[in-house]
């Protein structure tokens, strides 16, 4: 998807389980690099800048480049969303870069699921559903028409997403051990996944977790094989996580006046062959003002054109 052209572009994918960053030179992928999370919240703005420059040292040292052959240095980061994180996260990354010799003179700092909509789409209009460990959509509707829902973290919502989906599995674990709700085969199967879990003493389930032995997303496809088996709680599970990602759709098509609307679905967990990610499909389906389509591109393909874009400006200005 990426535009020919005399530019040396750097786009850094930074999501919440790992960092994929390519250098693109005359719109051809010369070098790629990975690296963990650099998810602010996660691992905090100075681990996450220096994690960032690691991967533009990388893809410099690959292709022989020098960082002032650097046209422009675009960044998406997972849950950086208001202005000022997206400022000091620019600021430390070009305070750091001095500190090692480099000059990063147009570098720009946005949210991952920005560039996945400027990648989905190739900058024109369309909405796109982001469900991996959280969920978010991300539409566009006119040049300058942003519109967000979702996306506000397991600890407040993120409904439907991977995290969720795990956290409604333990729940109702706990409360099949209690006696609460109806037997779910997702008991036996959190015994047989965690050693350190014994099921004859279920307050081990809480010392588990506490100490971090699981995340709530690593029970998400052990939900989605219990439901795919008949499991009837875990089939309640993944029809409510469609209803509420098809909540977020419905939510952001009212933003839009055309009567069909293309839909874009991302992420690990949609983009698998899941009994959600065909539930999905059939309710999008089913939406006459809805348009499944595919992706042009991907978010580091939206962070090349975003880089093309800010070096002709910066051309144009000269």
């Known amino acids: ?40 919240g996660t691992v905090g703005v100075g681990e996450s800048c220096e994690r960032l420059l690691n991967v533009i040292t990388d893809l410099c040292e690959q292709t022989g480049t020098e960082s002032t052959e650097l046209d422009a240095v675009v960044i998406g980061l997972a849950g950086v969303w208001l202005e000022d994180e997206k400022k000091r996260s620019a600021h430390l990354l070009k305070t750091l870069a001095r ?35 959280g969920s978010i959509g991300l539409a566009r509707a006119g040049k300058n028409q942003l519109y967000r829902c979702g996306g506000w973290g397991i600890e407040l919502d993120d409904e439907g997403s991977g995290a969720w989906i795990g956290k409604e599995g333990l729940s109702a674990i706990v409360r099949d051990i209690d006696g609460r709700s109806g037997k779910t085969s997702l008991t036996a199967r959190l015994g047989e996944m965690f050693p350190q879990i014994d099921l004859h003493e279920p307050r081990t389930i809480v010392k588990a977790y506490a ?75 089913k939406n006459k003002q809805f348009k499944r389509v595919k992706p042009i591109g991907s978010a580091l393909d939206g962070a090349v054109s975003l880089g093309v874009a800010i070096a002709e400006e910066s051309a144009f200005e000269d």
Request: aromatic letters at 4%; charged letters at 20%; glycine letters at 10%.
């Open 1 to 40: 998807m990426a535009p020919a052209n005399d530019y040396t572009i750097i786009g850094i994918d930074g999501g919440g389980t790992r960092t994929r960053g390519i250098l693109s030179i005359n719109g051809e992928v010369k070098a790629r690099s990975n690296s963990g999370t650099t998810r602010v």
């Open 99 to 133: 500190t090692q010799k480099m000059t990063l003179n147009d570098l720009v700092v946005i949210s991952d699921a920005e560039l996945a909509l400027q990648g989905a789409f190739d900058g024109g209009d369309g909405m796109i559903m982001i469900v991996g460990t």
């Open 211 to 285: 100490e971090r032995s699981f995340e709530y997303q690593m029970m998400t496809p052990i939900v989605m094989q219990c439901a795919e088996e008949g499991d009837k709680v875990c089939l309640d599970i993944i029809q409510r996580s469609a209803m509420h990602l098809m909540e977020i759709l419905n939510t952001l098509a009212k933003n839009y006046k055309q009567k069909t609307i293309p839909v874009a679905l991302m992420g690990g967990v949609v983009e698998a062959d899941t009994l959600l990610a065909k539930l999905l499909d059939e309710a999008i389906k």
